[in-house]
């Protein structure tokens, strides 16, 4: 069944009417916060927050509340006011390719259509025996992904890039990338120019930490580099995402206790990003 949270279910709450870009909330500065509280973040799991790239639809996964457990949820922007409904259960950790045409769900993925999405479709022999919990795409058609390792933590980060309209074998990334533990959750930038996933290191500041590196002239990928304590805690940080128009970026938190139940979708100026670029 389909659950629909229009403009006038937000009203009976005395809550404002949504209007103007992203949800109409003020933008953050340079310390991470919580977004769009009570409306996007409840006390139930709200994971993987994504922007459509004309910014007018914002796409996350809830897990708790009124929707079945680990539903598709978006906010649309229809004429200046943003209302809330059901799109389908979660499958993977979703996410827009960089035009929108392609909504990624792990090895699965669905196309726009003029009517909405279409059916669920699979990527291909070369990913159904890998876990993935999340893939990302570049403007090149470059996959990057994850996927599910062991309680122990051993998961891998993998690309598979797009050569003369042929898919290649997936590759994993060496050890500037896939070191430490739980490496998951990446996200490539459109250009390629970075990458941020999340993962454990001796290093950090506890648990899953946000980590970045930049691709160099040669191709090659540069050191890892913790976000910092403006984003990164002691809890659990994870699945980032920058909004198309590059200015800012998205992530999860764990509020709650050890057991993740409460998981909230914080933002964050992506200047942090360009602060911690390599100078040439």
């Known amino acids: 069944m389909t659950a629909v949270r229009s403009i006038s279910w937000l009203a009976q709450l005395n809550k404002p009417v949504l209007g103007g870009l992203y949800l109409g909330q003020k933008p953050p500065g340079f310390t991470a916060i919580p977004f769009a ?50 799109v389908m259960p979660r499958i993977g950790r979703p996410v827009f390719s960089p035009d929108g045409k392609t909504m990624h769900l792990g090895k699965k993925y669905m196309v726009r259509t003029e009517t909405g999405w279409s059916e669920v479709k699979s990527l291909g022999s070369y990913f159904d025996d890998i876990r993935i919990m999340r893939l990302t795409s570049s403007s090149k058609g470059t996959f990057v992904f994850d996927e599910v390792g062991s309680k122990d933590g051993d998961g891998v980060i993998r690309y598979s890039r797009l050569i003369n309209g042929k898919r290649e074998a997936p590759k994993p990334f060496g050890k500037e990338i896939n070191t430490g533990k739980f490496n998951a959750h990446p996200f490539i930038a459109p250009d390629e120019s970075y990458m941020i996933w999340d993962g454990e290191r001796a290093s950090g500041y506890g648990d899953s930490d946000l980590y970045i590196s930049f691709q160099e002239k040669d191709g090659l990928w540069g050191e890892a580099i913790n976000l910092g304590s403006s984003i990164n805690t002691e809890a659990w940080e994870s699945t980032a995402f920058v909004t198309p128009d590059g200015k800012y970026l998205f992530f999860n938190r764990n509020v709650g206790s050890s057991d993740y139940e409460n998981i909230d979708i914080f933002w964050v100026d992506a200047k942090v990003i360009e602060d911690l670029r390599p100078k040439p």
């Open 37 to 86: 509280p009570g409306i996007v973040n409840t006390e139930h799991r709200e994971l993987s927050g994504f922007f459509s790239p004309d910014l007018k639809e914002f796409y996350f996964n809830r897990n708790g509340g009124s929707y079945e457990k680990h539903a598709l949820v978006v906010f649309k922007n229809i004429e200046n006011q943003w209302s809330e409904s059901y």
